[in-house]
């Protein structure tokens, strides 16, 4: 394995939640329609990142790219999007993770090479991009942004081999750590896993032939495209109007590590993730958390969106009512992903609002998905009281969040993680909740149906490769 750098950041804990995974998308679309269809995907993972959007077309001849700092609306005028044609796209939403947010480091990345353009979108984090870029350098490289998926994308070009479907393969060898990707040359698109499957990629069909690829099969649903299979951990796809051209570049690692946080919080209810509904797992999990954290209450209420499915399981097995007691401004965005933190601050406070009459008066349990700094639950807690609850129980439908992750997901530091050095009821304590619980790892994994093959090391410390002290995101800045 490449030696990793080591690094230390020192500094006061932050409050909050985890920022989640980015996403990617991929097409080769026989209509000439793949603009249209990675603008529409991009909007169906949106929720993966807010920080930067872009797309990369291939006309036959060569590739163009459009990104932007913010969402992916502003990528292209209405009319632009309706006239713009090509079989051949990529697409990326994103948040940071190595590298800060910045427009130099927007994917997908373009490199002009001495096989023709290539572009690369990446969602994920390589725990050794240090030694790698190091590599690079020292190797006479330049680089242009502090993105380890720039790394990526250099590393493909310099890779030997007769095609790109080689050149991947080959550069995979040397990437340690979480990456579904996807790329474009000028008469392909291909699609790559990491070896331990940490983040998902689903490939779909076509009603016209062609195929689509992307973080969630929510996405393909919504350009009519029927999931057929996901792109299995260490595996090279090339996508095709026919047929799929598929090769095992990496033997699967055993046992393999995908990211539970995926059926927690990360993913679309409507998605699949390891052949499972996310939104009947939820659903699970509210009952695991039911018999393990049964309160006397009058209500369950939910912390919108991801928790209304776990929310009802608990409903459904406790018995207690479910109420929609907090109101959600879609508009403000998910919190966990603002790159500063006085803007999650600010939006934590503009986020939700109380229905005072479903309130007032009432025992609530309140179901979130995860408590990762804390800013987001002692903030609803506030509200819930002001509102006039008379109590209020929290439960959450994870175990402590007590190790930082490294594969893509931003908590960087264990003194961002409240968990790690307070117990249940000293963080209980700080948020001000009468009780609280969180969701056993036996509980959580009995829902989701699986004793092994996915990565909880930021419950456990245990990660699925090793890994340095402390990453930090904005390293190479």
Partial sequence: ????????????????????????????SPREEAVQFTYYGLHAVQHRGQESAGIAVSDGTSINVEKRMGLVDGLFSDSAINTLTAKLAIGHTRYSTTGGSSLQNAQPFLLETRYGPVALAHNGNLVNADALREKLLTNGMGLTSSSDSEVMVLMLAGAPGDTWLDRLAHAMQDWVGAYSLVVLTVDGVFAARDPWGLRPLTVGLLPE???AVCSETSALDIIGCKAVREVH?????????????????????????????????FSRPDSVWDDQVVYQVRRRIGRELALEGDVEADLVVPVPDSSIP??????????????????????????????????????????????????????VVLVDDSIVRGTTARRLVNTLRDAGADEVHMRITCP??????????????????????????????????????????????????????????????????????????ERFG
């Fill in 1 to 28: 394995m490449p030696e990793i750098n080591r690094h230390r950041l020192s500094g006061p804990m932050i409050s909050g939640k985890s920022r989640e995974a980015c996403g990617i998308f991929g097409i080769d």
């Fill in 209 to 211: 032939g062609g195929h």
């Fill in 233 to 265: 951990p260490g595996e090279v796809v090339a996508l095709h109007d026919a047929a799929l051209i598929v090769r095992q570049a990496i033997a699967p690692s055993r046992p393999l590590a995908l990211c539970t946080f995926e059926h927690i919080y």
């Fill in 310 to 363: 776990a929310a009802l399981g608990y409903a459904e097995r406790s018995g207690i009512p479910f109420q929609m007691a907090l109101v959600k401004d879609s508009y403000v965005g998910r919190t966990f992903i603002r790159p500063e933190q006085d803007m999650r601050e600010r939006s934590v406070y503009m986020k939700f609002n109380p229905i005072r009459s479903v309130l007032d008066g009432k025992r």
């Fill in 400 to 473: 402590p969040i007590t190790h930082p992750c490294f594969m893509g997901v931003d908590m960087p530091t264990r003194q961002e993680l409240v968990a790690s050095s307070n117990s249940v009821s000293e963080i209980s304590d700080m948020l001000g909740t009468d009780s609280l619980h969180f969701l056993s790892l036996e509980g959580m994994m009995r829902a989701i149906g699986s004793e092994s093959g996915y990565c909880n090391a930021c419950f456990t410390g245990k990660y699925p490769f090793e890994v340095a002290e402390v990453l930090v995101k």
